[in-house]
Every structure is written in structure tokens, then in C-alpha cells.
């Protein structure tokens, strides 16, 4: 047995002053009576000649007595300790990316994760030093090397839930390090709905996954016709059972299509609508079926710029490239095979250089190279021959981050200060994007025809998501976003100042050329400037955060197990009905007589 704090035991000088009270000689009054039948008991009490009566068995002392004793146990806070190692350092990680928000028992996962944190907290050793790590997409030091249980619960409860989404894998190198500067041993305990291998660290996964019903809306989209406006919606089941329910399309406020669904496990389905006109400038979709996830059940899309966008692709053959440029949303695709056909007049908002690289430089517009020599926005260097490429985790969609392809020759991309790469090999850029001027640039430094890429579903997934970040859709660039995507603000006034509001109404101002931080929240947001205003949406990361398919996956020192955890049983509330009881048994003696 332990006991979590030590100084109640200072409430021992009590006792003695409860024996005190019992051996004080009392002060008696002289009364006339009328009997000698007390003078034997009169005798007694009388005597003493010192102040202290002489100590007698009194079972009233005894019983409160051990309250007492009773009453300090409780509040030292003892405990039982079973099985497992103590250690003199914890590090207790607990994961609040997007999926923790799933419903877990009359909860969410990440209050069942508090919970749990904070009653481990209460059963270790007062002296355990204790480091507390949160990660939604990225991991952050709450408390570090903190021992007063109130502080480390209070970093426990501050942990917020969040929408983004991430691996808690990508945490392993922090904790390591953080272990590394431990000189004592130590554990790691992470609580995680996501499957991950602590590897060679010492601790235990507490596995929070849980099964249940979920569909969840992932996206929805348009495109303007001749005489309608076309509207696709893609709706998965991502839960462990069927799943049947209603689909629901609103023009603002305003119900204009429902379709039934009827979804297998890990089915998804694309809905087509044929809307003849919208009156507003926000479409939400809604699914009618409660599940273990609220936030994925609505999906909000902001139509944005109506206009229609016309870009120009300069190649002399590449239909691979023809074709995914024209899924681009609301644009249209013109093509020509020599750049002696460009004019200084032309007014296109993307231009596609595709093996050519202009000496003179459109005007406006912005610009997608494919296998350019070196110009005025970035110098290409002498690439390599025979090698793969990968995408660059968090630089592009989650659709995109596994993709790899075959390149038989590439060159490399001196990425300038305004870019960032997407698509590497090995250490080598092949691929960036980036901002100057307010001006949308984009290179892949390598033939098309000289690899396996435009073969791959990837292809047209790449060039429309480039599609969109380089056609300027006014301030934000695009008109919605899946939270944790950069969002940065632009205007044509680069001192100006804009008004963001939240969709609860909140406002803050942002200058041109900043990006969106913080706590975010989904929904439409309205940025306001002296001479525009534009909406953006933010909805939740359904395709990596949804899933409910699988139960609790984790692993318990390097074994895949249930959620166990080793810990106290807290003795307190025992030791408190033990010190009730003998109370309400000194009362009961009390009122007999005794």
C-alpha cells in the first residue's frame, strides 16, 4: 500500500488532545439532596487532589478515536498498487486529433482519454514526475516534470478537442527525445484511437477505438451548364454496420433534393443533383440518421466565383494532360501548339506550359510549368535518371500522400523562397508551388511522357487540385477547405486590413498575406474587406478521421491488447465510510446510554 500525500499525519496531535479532554479533572457545583445513595459515586470524583482524574477505559474515546485515525487515512489518499514497475517519470500522451470526437460510451473518445489520464494521475506517487504531451497534428507540451497532482489534472482537462487530422505515429521521435532527457527510468502512456508501435520506448497504448454506426458526407461540389447547375455529393459508410438513411440538399435554408441511401459497410456512393438555379451562395448537405459522429453528418460548400475561368494550355501533344485539366471546376480549357500564338492582350487565369518555357511572361494569370528550363521565377538544375518520386507528406490531399511513380529522367527544382515542394525524390524537389506577387506559381520538372504518372488515378487528382490552388478564386484562393488545410488571405491592397467572421459570429482582423490560425470551427466563414466580401467553408477531414469500422486497435507493451491500464485502487472513499460508520455507531451508543 502507498499513500499519495503525507501531510494529514500532522492531524495526529489530535489525540492527545482528545485524551486531554478525557483525564481533565471536571469542576462540580454543591447541591443539597435529599438521599445518600450518590455518595459512594461522590467519593470518587472527589478524591483526587490533583486537577487529573486517574485514566479510565471509556469506549466513547476509543470510537473517536479511530474516526479519527480514519479521517487522517482518507486524507492521505492511500492506495493499493497492482502489478507493474513504479517509475519515477511518466509521459503520458493523449491524442486529440479529429476522430477522438467519435462517441465512446456516454462520452467521446477523448473524454473517456481525461478520464482515464486523470485517474491513473490520482493512483501514482506523489513524487512521479510527470510530462503531459497533446497531439492533434502535431505534439505539444502541456506539463513537464511536474509532480502536484491538481496541476498535471488541470493540463489533463485543458485539453480541447480539435479537428485535425494526423497520426499520433509522427509523435514517437518527440516522446523519445523527451525520454532521452530523463536520466531515470520512465514510462510512456498514450492514449490513441489510432494504431501505432511504441517500438523500442517502454510503455503502454491505452487502445480507444471503438465500433459503431457512422456515415459521413465527404464532399460536395458543382459546375455550371448551359441551363442547370450540376451538383455531386459523395457519401461513405465508414461505420461497422449498414447503413440506411436520407440525404439531405439545402439551397441556404431552403430543401431542394432528398435521396434515400442505403450503404454496406465501407460503401460510397456519388449523388447527382440537376438544380436549375440557386438562390444562395451556401449549399449544405445533411445526413438525417444520427451516428457516432455529428460533425461528418453536414458538409458545407460555398459556390464562390461564378465566373467561368479560362485556361490556356501551350503543348504540341499531351491528351493525359488535356483531360484532367478540363475536371478543373468551372473552366474552360483552350490549347494551342506554339507560343509564337500567345499576345501581349490575352487574358487567361492559368496558363500551362507544357515543354516550353516562354522568354517573355504572360502578364497576368497564373502559371503551371511542366519540364520548364530556368526563368525568372525559380532556376531548374542537372536532375538524375532512372528513380522514384513521393509525394511530400502534408504538401499535398490525403489522396495524394501515398502516391509514388517512375520517373526515366527528371531535373531538379531550386525551390525559391516563395515556394514549397510537393513531390520529391529523395532529397531532390521535382515539384513546387508557392505565391509571388499575388501571382499563383507551379513547376513539375520532368516530362510526362517520360514517366509512368499520367498511367496512375493519381494524375488528374494532381493537376485538378493544382487546378484550384492556382486559379485565383479571390481572397482565399479556394472556397472550401477540409479543417487543418493552410488557409492564407490575399487582397490586391497588400497594407490593408480584412474582417474575419466565424461562423458563431466571432470577428477578428487579418492582413493581406497572412494565414488563418488557431482554433478553428466548421462552418462558412465571411471575410470582409473595404470593397469585397467572400465566403469560405471548412468542413470536417471525414476521409481520415471517420472511420468507426474497427474496434479497439492498439498495443500493450508491444502486444495488441483491450484497454488495461496498471494502476492504484484509491483506499480513501473505504477509509471515509469507516470513519461515518464508527460516528454514527458512537451516536447510537451515545443515545442508549452508554
Same mark, same amino acid.
Given at each position: 500500500?502507498?499513500?499519495?500525500?503525507?501531510?494529514?499525519?500532522?492531524?495526529?496531535?489530535?489525540i492527545p488532545?482528545?485524551?486531554?479532554?478525557?483525564?481533565?479533572?471536571?469542576?462540580?457545583?454543591? $447541591?443539597?439532596?435529599?438521599?445518600?445513595?450518590?455518595?459512594?459515586?461522590?467519593?470518587?470524583?472527589?478524591?483526587?487532589?490533583?486537577?487529573?482524574?486517574?485514566?479510565?477505559?471509556?469506549?466513547?474515546l476509543?470510537?473517536?478515536?479511530?474516526?479519527?485515525?480514519?479521517?487522517?487515512?482518507?486524507?492521505?489518499?492511500?492506495?493499493?498498487?497492482?502489478?507493474?514497475?513504479?517509475?519515477?517519470?511518466i509521459?503520458?500522451?493523449?491524442?486529440?486529433?479529429?476522430s477522438?470526437?467519435?462517441?465512446?460510451?456516454?462520452?467521446?473518445?477523448?473524454?473517456?482519454?481525461?478520464?482515464?489520464?486523470?485517474?491513473?494521475?490520482?493512483?501514482?506517487?506523489?513524487?512521479?514526475?510527470?510530462?503531459?504531451?497533446?497531439?492533434?497534428?502535431?505534439?505539444?507540451?502541456?506539463?513537464?516534470? @511536474?509532480?502536484?497532482?491538481?496541476?498535471?489534472?488541470?493540463?489533463?482537462?485543458?485539453?480541447?478537442?480539435?479537428?485535425?487530422?494526423?497520426?499520433?505515429s509522427?509523435?514517437i521521435?518527440?516522446?523519445?527525445?523527451?525520454?532521452?532527457?530523463i536520466?531515470?527510468?520512465?514510462?510512456?502512456i498514450?492514449?490513441?484511437?489510432?494504431?501505432?508501435?511504441?517500438?523500442?520506448?517502454?510503455?503502454?497504448?491505452?487502445?480507444?477505438?471503438?465500433?459503431?454506426?457512422? *456515415?459521413?458526407?465527404?464532399?460536395i461540389?458543382?459546375?455550371?451548364?448551359?441551363?442547370?447547375?450540376?451538383?455531386?455529393?459523395?457519401?461513405?459508410?465508414?461505420?461497422?454496420e449498414?447503413?440506411?438513411?436520407?440525404?439531405?440538399?439545402?439551397?441556404?435554408?431552403?430543401?431542394?433534393?432528398?435521396?434515400?441511401?442505403?450503404?454496406?459497410?465501407?460503401?460510397?456512393?456519388?449523388?447527382?443533383?440537376?438544380?436549375?438555379?440557386?438562390?444562395?451562395?451556401?449549399?449544405?448537405?445533411?445526413?438525417?440518421?444520427?451516428?457516432?459522429?455529428?460533425?461528418?453528418?453536414?458538409?458545407?460548400?460555398?459556390?464562390?466565383?461564378?465566373?467561368?475561368?479560362?485556361?490556356?494550355?501551350?503543348?504540341?501533344?499531351?491528351?493525359?494532360?488535356?483531360?484532367?485539366?478540363?475536371?478543373?471546376?468551372?473552366?474552360?480549357?483552350?490549347?494551342?501548339?506554339?507560343?509564337?500564338?500567345?499576345?501581349s492582350?490575352?487574358?487567361?487565369?492559368?496558363y500551362?506550359?507544357?515543354?516550353?518555357?516562354?522568354?517573355?511572361?504572360?502578364?497576368?494569370?497564373?502559371?503551371?510549368?511542366?519540364?520548364?528550363?530556368?526563368?525568372?521565377?525559380?532556376?531548374?538544375?542537372?536532375?538524375?535518371?532512372?528513380?522514384?518520386?513521393?509525394?511530400?507528406?502534408?504538401?499535398?490531399?490525403?489522396?495524394?500522400?501515398?502516391?509514388?511513380?517512375?520517373?526515366?529522367?527528371?531535373?531538379?527544382?531550386?525551390?525559391?523562397?516563395?515556394?514549397?515542394?510537393?513531390?520529391?525524390?529523395?532529397?531532390?524537389?521535382?515539384?513546387?508551388?508557392g505565391?509571388?506577387?499575388?501571382?499563383n506559381?507551379?513547376?513539375?520538372?520532368?516530362?510526362?511522357?517520360?514517366?509512368?504518372?499520367?498511367?496512375?488515378?493519381?494524375?488528374?487528382?494532381?493537376?485538378?487540385?493544382?487546378?484550384?490552388?492556382?486559379?485565383?478564386?479571390?481572397?482565399?484562393?479556394?472556397?472550401?477547405?477540409?479543417?487543418? $488545410?493552410?488557409i492564407?488571405?490575399?487582397?490586391?491592397?497588400?497594407?490593408?486590413?480584412?474582417?474575419?467572421?466565424?461562423?458563431?459570429? @466571432?470577428?477578428? $482582423?487579418?492582413?493581406?498575406?497572412?494565414?488563418?490560425? *488557431?482554433?478553428?470551427?466548421l462552418?462558412?466563414?465571411?471575410? @470582409?474587406?473595404?470593397?469585397?466580401?467572400?465566403?469560405?467553408?471548412?468542413?470536417?477531414?471525414?476521409?481520415?478521421?471517420?472511420?468507426?469500422?474497427?474496434?479497439?486497435?492498439?498495443?500493450?507493451?508491444?502486444?495488441?491488447?483491450?484497454?488495461?491500464?496498471?494502476?492504484?485502487?484509491?483506499?480513501?472513499?473505504?477509509?471515509?465510510?469507516?470513519?461515518?460508520?464508527?460516528?454514527?455507531?458512537?451516536?447510537?451508543?451515545?443515545?442508549? *446510554?452508554?
Amino acid at each position: 500500500m502507498g499513500f499519495t500525500a503525507l501531510w494529514p499525519l500532522f492531524l495526529l496531535i489530535t489525540i492527545p488532545l482528545l485524551i486531554l479532554l478525557y483525564i481533565l479533572k471536571r469542576k462540580y457545583r454543591e $447541591e443539597v439532596f435529599s438521599s445518600t445513595l450518590l455518595w459512594s459515586e461522590v467519593y470518587k470524583n472527589t478524591r483526587a487532589n490533583t486537577p487529573w482524574e486517574k485514566f479510565r477505559k471509556n469506549i466513547m474515546l476509543l470510537l473517536q478515536i479511530l474516526a479519527i485515525l480514519a479521517l487522517i487515512f482518507s486524507l492521505m489518499k492511500p492506495f493499493l498498487n497492482f502489478g507493474g514497475k513504479s517509475y519515477k517519470n511518466i509521459i503520458l500522451v493523449i491524442d486529440n486529433t479529429a476522430s477522438m470526437n467519435i462517441t465512446y460510451g456516454n462520452s467521446t473518445r477523448l473524454e473517456e482519454a481525461k478520464r482515464l489520464a486523470k485517474e491513473l494521475i490520482n493512483s501514482i506517487k506523489e513524487e512521479t514526475n510527470t510530462f503531459i504531451i497533446s497531439y492533434d497534428n502535431s505534439p505539444k507540451i502541456l506539463q513537464k516534470e @511536474e509532480i502536484n497532482k491538481d496541476k498535471i489534472i488541470k493540463s489533463i482537462e485543458s485539453i480541447e478537442k480539435s479537428y485535425y487530422q494526423g497520426d499520433i505515429s509522427d509523435s514517437i521521435n518527440f516522446i523519445k527525445a523527451i525520454g532521452q532527457s530523463i536520466e531515470e527510468d520512465y514510462e510512456v502512456i498514450l492514449f490513441t484511437d489510432k494504431e501505432i508501435s511504441l517500438g523500442d520506448l517502454n510503455g503502454t497504448v491505452v487502445a480507444l477505438g471503438n465500433t459503431g454506426l457512422n *456515415g459521413s458526407i465527404d464532399n460536395i461540389s458543382h459546375k455550371y451548364l448551359e441551363d442547370k447547375i450540376k451538383v455531386i455529393a459523395t457519401v461513405t459508410n465508414r461505420g461497422s454496420e449498414a447503413y440506411e438513411g436520407d440525404f439531405s440538399l439545402y439551397d441556404g435554408d431552403k430543401l431542394i433534393a432528398v435521396e434515400t441511401l442505403n450503404l454496406n459497410v465501407g460503401e460510397n456512393k456519388t449523388l447527382t443533383f440537376d438544380i436549375p438555379a440557386i438562390d444562395n451562395e451556401v449549399l449544405k448537405g445533411e445526413l438525417s440518421r444520427h451516428d457516432l459522429l455529428e460533425e461528418d453528418n453536414i458538409y458545407y460548400h460555398v459556390l464562390g466565383n461564378k465566373k467561368l475561368n479560362k485556361i490556356l494550355l501551350v503543348t504540341e501533344q499531351n491528351l493525359f494532360l488535356e483531360r484532367a485539366l478540363s475536371n478543373i471546376r468551372n473552366s474552360e480549357v483552350y490549347k494551342t501548339n506554339s507560343l509564337s500564338n500567345l499576345s501581349s492582350s490575352d487574358n487567361y487565369d492559368l496558363y500551362v506550359f507544357d515543354n516550353v518555357t516562354p522568354t517573355t511572361m504572360p502578364s497576368s494569370g497564373s502559371i503551371l510549368f511542366i519540364n520548364p528550363s530556368s526563368n525568372e521565377y525559380f532556376k531548374v538544375l542537372e536532375g538524375g535518371q532512372g528513380s522514384e518520386a513521393k509525394a511530400v507528406r502534408g504538401e499535398v490531399s490525403n489522396y495524394l500522400e501515398a502516391v509514388t511513380f517512375t520517373l526515366a529522367k527528371y531535373n531538379e527544382i531550386d525551390v525559391p523562397y516563395y515556394g514549397r515542394s510537393f513531390i520529391n525524390v529523395d532529397e531532390v524537389s521535382i515539384g513546387f508551388k508557392g505565391t509571388i506577387n499575388n501571382r499563383n506559381i507551379a513547376a513539375l520538372s520532368f516530362d510526362l511522357h517520360n514517366s509512368d504518372f499520367v498511367l496512375k488515378k493519381e494524375f488528374p487528382i494532381l493537376i485538378y487540385e493544382l487546378g484550384e490552388n492556382l486559379i485565383s478564386n479571390g481572397m482565399t484562393g479556394k472556397s472550401n477547405y477540409k479543417y487543418g $488545410e493552410k488557409i492564407i488571405v490575399n487582397n490586391n491592397n497588400l497594407n490593408s486590413e480584412m474582417t474575419v467572421i466565424t461562423p458563431n459570429k @466571432e470577428t477578428f $482582423e487579418i492582413k493581406s498575406g497572412e494565414e488563418i490560425k *488557431g482554433k478553428m470551427q466548421l462552418g462558412v466563414y465571411k471575410i @470582409e474587406s473595404e470593397k469585397e466580401k467572400e465566403l469560405f467553408s471548412i468542413n470536417y477531414p471525414s476521409e481520415s478521421e471517420s472511420d468507426t469500422s474497427k474496434g479497439s486497435i492498439g498495443e500493450m507493451n508491444n502486444k495488441i491488447k483491450e484497454i488495461e491500464l496498471k494502476k492504484g485502487f484509491n483506499l480513501s472513499p473505504i477509509f471515509i465510510l469507516m470513519a461515518i460508520g464508527i460516528v454514527a455507531l458512537e451516536w447510537s451508543m451515545y443515545k442508549k *446510554g452508554n
